[in-house]
């Protein structure tokens, strides 16, 4: 089946609490599924295959806390997946979602599964993990940094080998500048806050508790998430699986979409039996 771009069927909803307000784009019937996107790349970064995903799925691709029209949840990675969870208890629904995360997103949906038992049925892991090296951290600490002394344009090359390889970049500058864009348009209080608690994160003795069924998904060549993270992110976690993504890096859904949606159909089905 042929991926697709934003789905004309796709509507856009702001939910609104409290002083707070979501913003989300959603589509689709069946089952709940909630896409959540890397700090490098907006909620745009589904547009390959939110609208294939809603083929079978209610689908949902919330733009997180602090990006685009959602209001930031100052507080930590924390704050954030308590803010997504409170979202997500006016969407409505009779059954628990599958949460679907990429890189800061897979993070987020990650800890809001851990703060919130209960909330969601399943989780789809794609290029996360439970804990940075030092070298991981040290990268984040640094970007924050020149972000601070030279805003986001001074780190935009850097981001853009963080989400594709060279050789992706080199065959593809069309999309490459689109993302660079996206980026761009970042507020960097959102970047800061967000580096500032990646770079301190530890999960990974809160694993054992997350005993959802989880797919642990890494692009073969993310040099932003590497694979030995998600190896030992699907090792902690009591009923995961781990797939590797021949050839791609850090957002395999705009890299290549067709290859994401083989990778998580199977599993999705399982929701749908």
């Not at 990429?102 to 789809?124: C, D, E, K, Q």
Request: net charge negative; with cysteine.
């Amino acid at each position: 089946m042929s991926t697709t771009a934003r789905s004309p069927d796709f509507r856009t909803e702001t939910l609104s609490f409290g002083a707070h307000r979501m913003s989300l784009r959603r589509a689709g019937e069946g089952p709940p599924l909630v896409l959540c996107h890397s700090l490098l790349a907006d909620e745009s970064s589904f547009d390959r295959v939110a609208g294939a995903l809603a083929e079978t799925h209610e689908v949902a691709v919330l733009a997180l806390p602090g990006f685009g029209a959602s209001t930031p949840a100052p507080g930590g990675l924390e704050a954030v997946a308590d803010r997504v969870a409170e979202g997500l208890g006016h969407m409505g629904w009779g059954v628990a979602p599958t949460l679907l995360g990429n890189g800061y997103g897979g993070f987020v949906s990650l800890l809001t599964a851990i703060r919130h038992p209960g909330l969601a049925g399943r989780l789809i892991l794609t290029d996360c993990g439970a804990c940075f090296p030092e070298s991981g951290r040290a990268a984040f600490r640094a970007m924050s940094a020149a972000v601070a002394q030279k805003g986001l344009e001074s780190v935009a090359d850097t981001a853009m080998r963080r989400l594709f390889s060279a050789d992706y970049q080199a065959a593809n500058p069309h999309l490459v500048a689109e993302r660079r864009q996206r980026f761009l348009a970042l507020d960097p209080a959102t970047f800061h806050q967000a580096c500032d608690a990646l770079a301190g994160l530890d999960l990974r003795d809160r694993l054992p508790s997350v005993r959802l069924p989880a797919l642990v998904l890494v692009g073969e060549e993310d040099e932003a998430t590497p694979p030995a993270m998600a190896r030992e992110l699907a090792a902690g976690l009591p009923q995961a699986r781990l797939l590797v993504l021949p050839g791609c890096a850090h957002v395999p859904q705009l890299q290549a979409p067709d290859q994401f949606l083989a990778a998580v159909r199977p599993f999705l089905a399982e929701q749908r039996r």
